[in-house]
């Protein structure tokens, strides 16, 4: 598919997306206000977005991180109308990547393969660093990032918000569909973008995803994986109206998740003046 801004626009303009969920609201009846999202390109962060986590190293440019963020979101509502059965993975990944490619992006790889778990009782967010480690290399700091953000999500709450958010986009009974975007600076300025997307089937109803314990027997995991790099002059001129569409999704969708500090690295400057102040 040839992709040009002209029909990038089209796509934005006319996708069918899911009804907006309805805004929370207090108890006098009016609008919920919610902080708004805040990126940073000086500081690692994780975010909940529907069903995928979106991983940001340090010096990530600010508009990357509002690219993945509204493209992998979008391509997840249209997946959603398109298909609507959430079931039909197969389905729901074909409109998912097919999403991306309208707005701009390229993949290496959309083929699924099976992971095959050494053992019955691993987890299924264990299946996740080996094939990001495997798509990125070893010494990638988005691995850093990711194993984080896991712990942070693993220490909260079964009722957190973001395990909540999480669980409700991504599961549905016994299948789940869930994906992971990653972006890093390499050496030379380099921007690098990785793409993992996962589709977990077992004859048991799923309670966790991303902590989903597997009988070898009765559970399948499907993975793709590749490197991702978006048509800049297609996506630019798409922005504005991009964002336009997923304003009622937003808040509702998008998560920030509060990362443990990275071992080895000190807290940032703001918390070392707390902690000064405390002493």
């Known amino acids: 598919m040839i992709v040009t801004e002209n029909s990038a626009s089209r796509f934005v303009a006319k996708a069918h997306l899911p009804r907006p969920p309805a805004q ?8 919920q206000d919610t902080p708004p999202l805040q990126l940073k390109a ?22 990357v ?44 790889d ?5 992971y095959r778990f050494e053992s019955s009782g691993a987890i299924a967010h264990e299946a996740v660093m080996p094939v990001v480690t495997a ?5 990638a700091t988005a691995l850093t990032v990711l194993q984080a953000a896991f712990d942070g999500l693993k220490s909260m709450s079964e009722n957190s918000p973001w395990v909540t958010l999480f669980e409700r986009h991504s599961r549905q009974e ?4 869930f994906q992971v975007a990653t972006a890093e600076v390499a050496e030379g300025g380099v921007l690098q973008i990785a793409l993992v997307a996962f589709d977990l089937q077992a004859q048991t109803e799923l309670v966790q995803v991303l902590f989903f314990k597997f009988n070898k027997a009765k559970t399948t995991l499907n993975y793709s994986s590749g490197k991702a790099t978006i048509y800049e ?11 336009a569409r997923l304003a009622a999704y937003r808040t509702a969708y998008v998560g920030q998740v509060k990362l443990p500090p990275l071992p080895g690295l000190p807290p940032p400057p703001a918390q070392r003046s707390r902690s000064a102040r405390r002493s």
């Open 24 to 31: 929370r609201r207090t108890r006098s009846g009016t609008p």
């Open 42 to 63: 000086n500081e690692a962060q994780t975010l909940v977005v529907g069903s995928g986590l979106v991983i940001a190293t340090q010096k990530v440019p600010v508009q």
């Open 65 to 108: 991180r509002e690219d993945l963020i509204n493209c992998t979101l979008f391509a997840q509502l249209v997946a959603t109308a398109e298909v609507g059965d959430a079931t039909k993975v197969t389905e729901w990944y074909t409109a998912y990547f097919g999403a991306l490619s309208a707005l701009g992006w390229a993949q290496s």
């Open 110 to 114: 959309q083929r699924f393969e099976r």
């Open 135 to 139: 798509l990125l290399g070893p010494q």
């Open 174 to 177: 016994q299948s789940a569909h």
């Open 233 to 243: 002059a297609a996506l630019a001129g798409q922005r504005e109206a991009l964002a």
